[in-house]
């Protein structure tokens, strides 16, 4: 039985002084070592190992360790740390997963998780008003939510192009796949989940048809209905296409209703991976970026990302959510007894995993205490130090340099040697630069990152667009402030020279 | 920025009192509520739905539904929760699980987790040397560990199957599947999770072939031999075997080696689910029941249901690791930067998920506070408890009757009301009861449980065998006394009589 003084107190003590003082400012974002570095730390304490036979440790190894976990791990919650599609958890958020973790249940049944149970369709049903699938007024907890909860991303575009290929023909669950050659359409600038599923549905990669978009990332919907046609030209079966709300690099929103409309004239499936963009639906100044997504069948939607749920948090939507069950069930009798209380609201057939953490709660308590209004400003304020960010490139006297403009949170550029300024880099005009200006360019934002890591000053993102390596700062935490986007300019500048020096 | 007076430290207190003074004993093990009851009860707090327009609620009513997520919630902590395959989460778990959360990253790269990436392959070697796939001497950490974790048995069983498939073809992540009918084999005793993959695959739920199990719910090797002969003579093409280790209801394992010997013979991925019974492997006393294990090709390993970690902690064992990206890999050139720093430490593209959660963290925690030594004491504990109950049942004058004897932690029996005493149940001989006597044995169970969840005195699984519906107490919690075992069973008998008065 734990007490105060137990080893379990003591690291909730540590876990939640972290919480409560979060670092922030010239604090390090990391403290950087190499994988030898880490073990060799571990082994003044506990070991990162473990040994052919493994004693308990000492409360004291254990401590140390969970210290050293500390140290050495990313601070995603710093302001500085804008290197990927999630930052800044929510600290409602982490206390809601903390309470989850302690009732430590599976969302499967009503009977093991009555009150998970209807959290989840309280979220499903709001988050299909604010999407648009529902009415917006208010209505009573459904026992068949227009949903369900997700581990993730990518696991709810499996399950949702699944729901596709059911619609198609609901004898694939049974029979497996025939002949037909099944094809499905995605943006070139969309997120890799579509061609992994595709992998795992038996469809191969090769089913995922990748469609041109334009500079910003956004689909060219001519050239998705040019795709279709030629698909169906080759006497393969479109069934799917996935339009994207906000693409992992640039931010980019494709044209929904024009998606839309080519779904509707070939009657396919129109999944919306809104993973990353969806968010913007709680802003009532962003969230026309998403016109035509109450026109699709699915709509994934990771609340671990720009809203900052701790991992995770992912909601698929579905226009029909009588089809969950008939395309997902198991009918473990062990678990869906017909004959128990309350059965008819077990969400636990109606999709594809069986014991499932509660990740209702902690996005339930969040939204309880934010409010609509509070998920609208955090929306709207990683804008604004996206805005804020493009501003001091534009007015940076050529050091740094737009590489796609964007519109959302997403900032794409370029830092540019002093020799070289003024560059042009946007919209692909980097591809006109002799080879040996791109090598030099393509090399800085690795060993300015390095540089970064080094010395803990903030963590950025990078990746190739149009062959050149390129910046990525992403805007998601509320507590990011214009102090941290000029700290960030200023860090790239001194390491952009420090390079150039060597 | 959060304050010890915020909403969040009180959360979070009100999770540590629950964490560190669990329910026993005679506390209710559940407040039993139907949906429209907790609806109500919440009314009075921040309500479970959402209205139109959700304003941000008062500390005061975000409180007050806390608590009542507290009053109204399954705690499957307390001893007299055994109701399903987990139970009774280790503490410090619990506690490592916290600590995740508030660092709150992605275990898909090394950039992102760099502790967490090391403590994965830690994990994953040392559960590798425990089942037998590598040797038991401790080695350096892999920067490609045998395998990856997934978030839950029914995933890792998919990606299991993914390989096994891409083993026997490695274009078809490519291509898709082709003409090949592709079936696997599993008892008809084992997980759902086959039939789920299958159909997810795109091989349809036909190509899962149940092969018999004896009484116990242990495959009869030669009828999966034969049945492997009777699908190639079909023209179906044999791909993959799983063997269960553990079966969800009467925790029966599968001979390892016999079905390992079928699959040399006939060139077939050998996958051992071991979702449940995997942590025999940590006792030296039962971990025979595992034998062959070390011979599979792939073993998933459910850490959140005998070892008590949180939802979720499954391990995926390969004994080819240089397979998973192949099979896997979706080159997002965003995230696995081949110019960064450790890159090749990068797991993310080896596995079918993007962003992961770190669940490595909080088994490392457990394995270092606890050591081999208390692995083995758990799952022991859980053996001699299902002994000690399954000793009552047989020294209880014909109160209660044996369904299936069993041989680990799950007991499956009946209660059997005094006119009927002694019935003989055991090994299917319910089939030879007359009807009338049939229906009243199927109905008790549910009434029973319903009585039982009514006062909250203990909460245990039913499920039909063999047509009859049939107790199922499973044991994993170490807090689990013989008190409560004798006070499960005297609840059993007392809401039995008083049915029978009605």
Redesign the interface.
């Known amino acids: 039985?734990?007490?105060?003084s137990?080893?379990?107190?003591k690291?909730?003590e540590?876990?939640?002084e972290?919480?409560?003082a979060?670092p922030s400012g010239d604090d390090a974002v990391?403290n950087?070592?190499?994988?030898d570095e880490?073990?060799a730390a571990f082994d003044g304490n506990?070991g990162?190992?473990?040994?052919?036979?493994?004693?308990?440790?000492t409360d004291e190894?254990?401590l140390a360790?969970?210290d050293?976990?500390?140290h050495?791990?990313?601070?995603?919650?710093h302001p500085r740390f804008m290197?990927?599609n999630?930052a800044g958890?929510d600290?409602?958020s982490?206390?809601?997963?903390?309470?989850g973790?302690?009732?430590?249940?599976?969302a499967a049944t009503?009977?093991?998780?009555?009150?998970?149970t209807?959290?989840e369709s309280?979220?499903l049903?709001?988050l299909a008003?604010v999407a648009g699938y529902l009415p917006?007024?208010?209505?009573?907890?459904p026992?068949l939510p227009p949903g369900l909860f997700a581990?993730?991303?990518?696991?709810a575009t499996?399950y949702a192009l699944?729901l596709a290929?059911h619609r198609r023909n609901p004898e694939?669950?049974?029979?497996?796949?025939g002949?037909e050659?099944l094809v499905l359409f995605v943006s070139d600038a969309g997120?890799?989940?579509a061609?992994?599923s595709?992998?795992?549905?038996?469809?191969?990669?090769?089913?995922v048809i990748k469609v041109a978009s334009d500079f910003e990332g956004a689909i060219m919907p001519e050239a998705l209905a040019d795709a279709v046609v030629a698909a169906k030209g080759r006497g393969e079966t479109p069934f799917a296409v996935i339009g994207t709300a906000g693409t992992?690099?640039t931010s980019a929103f494709d044209d929904l209703n024009a998606v839309a409309d080519v779904c509707v004239e070939h009657d396919l499936w129109f999944h919306v991976d809104g993973c990353y963009g969806g968010s913007a639906l709680f802003s009532p100044k962003h969230r026309h970026l998403l016109d035509g997504v109450e026109r699709s069948d699915s709509f994934v939607w990771n609340l671990?990302k720009m809203m900052g749920m701790?991992?995770?948090c992912s909601a698929l939507l579905v226009r029909d959510p009588s089809q969950l069950a008939p395309?997902?069930a198991?009918?473990?009798?062990?678990?869906f007894?017909p004959?128990?209380?309350?059965a008819d609201?077990d969400s636990g057939d109606r999709t594809?995993?069986?014991?499932?953490?509660?990740d209702a709660?902690k996005l339930w308590?969040s939204?309880?205490?934010?409010?609509?209004?509070?998920f609208a400003a955090r929306v709207e304020h990683a804008y604004d130090m996206a805005a804020y960010t493009r501003s001091r490139i534009t007015e940076s006297g050529g050091a740094f340099a737009v590489v796609v403009p964007g519109s959302f949170t997403n900032v794409v550029f370029a830092w540019v040697p002093p020799d070289l300024r003024p560059l042009e880099l946007a919209n692909g005009t980097a591809a006109q630069l002799d080879q040996e200006t791109m090598d030099r360019l393509h090399a800085l934002p690795?060993t300015i990152?390095?540089q970064m890591?080094a010395e803990g000053t903030g963590?950025i993102?990078?990746?190739?667009i149009h062959g050149l390596?390129t910046f990525?700062m992403l805007f998601m935490n509320p507590?990011v402030s214009t102090d941290d986007v000029d700290a960030i300019l200023a860090a790239i500048e001194r390491y952009g020279a420090a390079t150039l020096s060597h």
């Open positions: 039985m734990p007490d105060p137990s080893i379990e107190a690291v909730a540590r876990a939640l972290y919480l409560l979060p990391i950087l070592s190499s994988p880490l073990v506990a990162l190992g473990f040994d052919a036979v493994a004693s308990g440790e190894h254990v360790a969970v050293q976990v500390l050495s791990s990313v601070r995603t919650v290197n990927q999630f958890p600290p409602v982490v206390v809601g997963d903390w309470l973790a302690a009732l430590n249940t599976t009503f009977e093991a998780a009555p009150v998970f209807l959290m309280a979220l049903s709001k008003r917006a007024a208010a209505s009573p907890l026992a581990p993730g991303g990518s696991s499996l699944q290929r694939v669950v049974r029979t497996g796949i002949t050659r997120h890799y989940a061609t992994k595709a992998a795992m549905l038996g469809l191969g990669t090769d089913a992992t690099v671990h701790t991992q995770q395309c997902f198991g009918h473990a009798d062990y678990l007894q004959d128990k209380l309350n609201y594809f995993q069986c014991a499932r953490r509660v709660l308590l939204w309880k205490v934010r409010g609509d209004e509070g690795p990152k390095a890591q963590m993102g990078y990746q190739p390596n990525r507590a």
